[in-house]
């Protein structure tokens, strides 16, 4: 999504002359659309429903969960958050690697241990 062009087109859709002046129509702050423009940070749903409101877009909720849904697929911060899971889990099984064998054989089906406490 060009978010530069969304909230340009936003801006005229609204008559205003700045962003400034767009942002209270939308609930947001001028800071906000600048980071939006920018691509510091993605809108929230709700702020794109606004802007396609102003817009004139017969089913502004409808098209803001497209949009942002085709943006999440996209995103530089969905792809951060699946390499931050890898890594978690590659963490998790260093760990358990690491782990003293009888600590890890404490934890198997068929110990003594591992029987008392799931006979219950």
Same mark, same amino acid.
Request: aromatic share 10%.
């Given at each position: 999504?060009?978010?530069?062009?969304?909230?340009?087109?936003?801006?005229?859709?609204?008559?205003?002359?700045?962003?400034?002046?767009?942002?209270?129509?939308?609930?947001?702050?001028?800071?906000?659309?600048?980071?939006?423009?920018?691509?510091?940070?993605?809108?929230q749903v709700w702020v794109v429903a606004e802007c396609l409101k102003i817009q004139g877009h017969p089913q502004p909720e409808k098209a803001a969960i497209q949009i942002m849904k085709s943006?999440?697929?996209?995103?530089?911060?969905?792809?951060?958050?699946?390499?931050?899971?890898?890594?978690?889990?590659?963490? &998790?099984?260093?760990? @358990?690697? +690491? =782990?003293?064998?009888?600590?890890? %054989? &404490?934890?198997?089906? @068929?110990? +003594? =241990?591992?029987?008392?406490?799931? %006979?219950?």
């Open positions: 999504m060009d978010w530069v062009e969304f909230f340009e087109k936003t801006r005229q859709a609204a008559g205003v002359e700045s962003f400034a002046k767009l942002a209270p129509k939308l609930g947001i702050s001028d800071g906000a659309i600048s980071h939006y423009r920018t691509g510091k940070r993605v809108p943006e999440a697929q996209t995103s530089p911060e969905r792809h951060f958050w699946k390499r931050l899971a890898a890594t978690a889990m590659a963490l &998790m099984l260093a760990v @358990g690697f +690491a =782990l003293p064998h009888d600590v890890q %054989a &404490m934890t198997q089906p @068929g110990n +003594a =241990l591992h029987d008392i406490h799931y %006979a219950k």
